[in-house]
């Protein structure tokens, strides 16, 4: 599945002709269980190349792209989003990308995808927050 790709619209094409083909798959085979899970390797393999197009790079050192929650765990339903968390290494490192993870973001969303991003540091993942158990949680299904 992975391919190189030189452009956003190179993406878009295959996203959209992945789409094509899950969708024709569910409806040939009625497996919904391969369609969730290939969706989310269908996103896995645009993530890197997307970044590169937005940063100019590969990822940096001190910079983690995760999937969370439903994407965390390879369930991808065709219509949700896409839970994603940059861990940065410390605050340093979240400043100095704050605009690439932003470009890297709107380009999910002009490819089609649902992004719903959040950032967050090494420290701030340590501890236990009370009042965000959603983000405590979706931590538990991560890749």
Same mark, same amino acid.
């Given at each position: 599945? =992975?391919?190189?790709?030189?452009?956003?619209?190179?993406?878009?094409?295959?996203? /959209?002709?992945?789409?094509? &083909?899950?969708?024709?798959?569910?409806?040939?085979?009625?497996?919904?269980?391969?369609?969730?899970?290939?969706?989310?390797?269908?996103?896995?393999?645009?993530?890197?190349?997307?970044?590169?197009?937005?940063?100019? &790079?590969?990822?940096?050192?001190?910079?983690?792209l995760m999937g969370v929650g439903g994407f965390g765990? =390879?369930?991808?339903?065709?219509?949700? @989003?896409?839970?994603?968390?940059?861990?940065?290494? @410390?605050? =340093?490192?979240? @400043? =100095?990308?704050?605009?690439?993870?932003? &470009?890297?973001? /709107?380009?999910?969303?002009?490819?089609?995808?649902?992004?719903?991003?959040?950032?967050?540091?090494?420290k701030e993942c340590d501890r236990f927050d009370p @009042?965000?158990?959603?983000?405590?949680l979706s931590l538990l299904d991560r890749r």
């Amino acid at each position: 599945m =992975k391919a190189a790709f030189t452009s956003h619209q190179q993406l878009r094409e295959y996203y /959209q002709a992945e789409m094509a &083909g899950m969708r024709q798959s569910f409806e040939r085979t009625g497996n919904g269980v391969l369609c969730i899970r290939r969706r989310a390797l269908i996103v896995d393999c645009l993530l890197d190349p997307l970044w590169r197009f937005e940063s100019g &790079g590969p990822i940096p050192p001190g910079l983690a792209l995760m999937g969370v929650g439903g994407f965390g765990r =390879k369930e991808l339903f065709p219509c949700s @989003d896409v839970d994603m968390l940059y861990l940065c290494a @410390d605050e =340093k490192v979240e @400043d =100095k990308l704050r605009e690439h993870i932003r &470009g890297c973001n /709107q380009a999910m969303w002009d490819l089609g995808l649902r992004a719903s991003p959040m950032i967050r540091t090494l420290k701030e993942c340590d501890r236990f927050d009370p @009042d965000n158990i959603e983000f405590t949680l979706s931590l538990l299904d991560r890749r």
